[in-house]
């Protein structure tokens, strides 16, 4: 079993419409979760960082932490062409002090 | 502020030759990392530092490859002798605390010929 997994997509969605990204970890004990958005041929860019059980929102984006299922995601509404890129979750886990990448979810929006 | 800084942003050498990458983390970070990107195997950590200490090697694929943090500001991670396999996007990051928020640097596009 993956430490971080992600659906590999590509996750196709129409423009204007919420875009929903999903991402499992196994240490049960992690306390931090993250998101990342990297556009092709550019480096990882931090969007979102969560620690707590519930949600977080930042402007279109909206991170879900639930630690009992072991599973984060990220909503993004009124989805924009700008936002087609690979999503990255990174969880810390509860004993380094490391960040765990998943492989990324790649997200197409179609006009 | 300034990001994280990497050089070269491109670099492209012979098998057999010596590659150095260079780091200059955010000022007042005293967590940087190394990452490898490739389409095959992703994101993968190969070392990080704390407060210049290397504290976790082992993503460090073998012997040929080896980094340094001789002071807060500045890191190497060097590969000799290079092979066409180490082809691949190197990512420098750092952070305030850990774990917690990570800082990409631009990357550094290794191609070994």
């Known amino acids: 079993q993956k430490e971080v997994e992600q659906n590999s997509g590509p996750l196709s969605v129409p423009e204007g419409a919420i875009a929903s990204l999903n991402c499992t970890y196994s240490?049960?004990?992690?306390?931090?979760f993250f998101w990342y958005r990297q556009y092709s041929g550019k480096s990882p860019e931090l969007i979102m960082s969560i620690y707590s059980n519930g949600d977080k929102e930042d402007g279109r984006f909206t991170a879900q932490l639930n630690k009992a299922s072991q599973y984060v995601s990220l909503l993004i509404r009124d989805s924009q062409p700008s936002d087609s890129a690979t999503y990255l979750c990174?969880?810390?886990?509860?004993?380094?002090?490391?960040?765990?990448f998943g492989s990324g979810t790649r997200l197409s929006i179609r006009p | 502020d300034a990001g994280v800084i990497q050089s070269p942003r491109h670099e492209v050498t012979e098998m057999g030759q010596e590659v150095t990458l260079r780091c200059k983390p955010i000022?007042?970070?005293?967590?940087l990392f190394w990452y490898r990107q490739t389409m095959m195997r992703g994101l993968e950590l190969l070392i990080y530092f704390n407060n210049n200490v290397p504290i976790d090697d082992s993503g460090m694929p073998e012997d040929r490859f080896s980094a340094k943090m001789p002071n807060a500001s500045f890191s190497t991670l060097k590969i000799q002798p290079s092979e066409p396999r180490d082809s691949a996007v190197y990512f420098c990051a750092s952070s305030s605390s850990a774990p917690r928020e990570q800082y990409f640097g631009p990357g550094t596009r290794l191609t070994v010929t």
């Open positions: 240490d049960r004990g992690s306390q931090s």
């Open positions: 990174a969880v810390g886990p509860s004993s380094a002090s490391k960040i765990i």
């Open positions: 000022s007042g970070h005293d967590y």
